[in-house]
């Protein structure tokens, strides 16, 4: 399995950046994907996530309103995208592309509304954001 990001970069702050997430070599569909990111210093932190099987979407209180997550299919990969808006300093930091969650982890998101870093598997190498 494969996650490679891209889009990343420097904006002002109450500006917008699109993120997208290419995943490939499964040979099987991966339940969910999201966007975590990490702040130096700070622990890893869900930003949204989506349920591939159904659409259904998952975000930080702190991006609700602002963030949108999408998925695209096709026969050789999926790919995520994370579209931010009116960003702010605070959201600066590197961000991780993340797929696979566990069935009995999703059952309990789709529950919950929640989900963290244990919920998934594999991760991308990540893309900075600076937010000034």
């Known amino acids: 399995v494969q996650l490679v990001e891209s889009g990343g970069g420097s904006v002002q702050a109450g500006g917008s950046l699109r993120l997208s997430c290419a995943a490939s070599?499964?040979?099987?569909?991966?339940?969910?994907m999201g966007w975590f990111r990490q702040a130096p210093g700070q622990a890893r932190e869900g930003v949204a996530l989506i349920y591939t099987g159904g659409g259904s979407t998952f975000y930080a209180d702190s991006v609700k309103g602002r963030f949108t997550i999408s998925q695209e299919k096709d026969k050789n990969k999926n790919t995520v995208s994370l579209q931010m808006s009116s960003l702010n300093p605070e959201e600066t930091g590197m961000y991780y592309c993340?797929?696979?969650?566990?069935?009995?982890?999703?059952?309990?998101?789709?529950?919950?509304?929640?989900?963290?870093?244990?919920?998934?598997?594999?991760w991308g190498q990540g893309t900075q954001v600076t937010v000034s």
């Open positions: 993340a797929a696979e969650c566990p069935i009995g982890n999703m059952v309990e998101i789709l529950r919950t509304r929640t989900f963290g870093a244990s919920d998934v598997h594999f």
């Open positions: 070599g499964y040979t099987y569909s991966s339940v969910c």
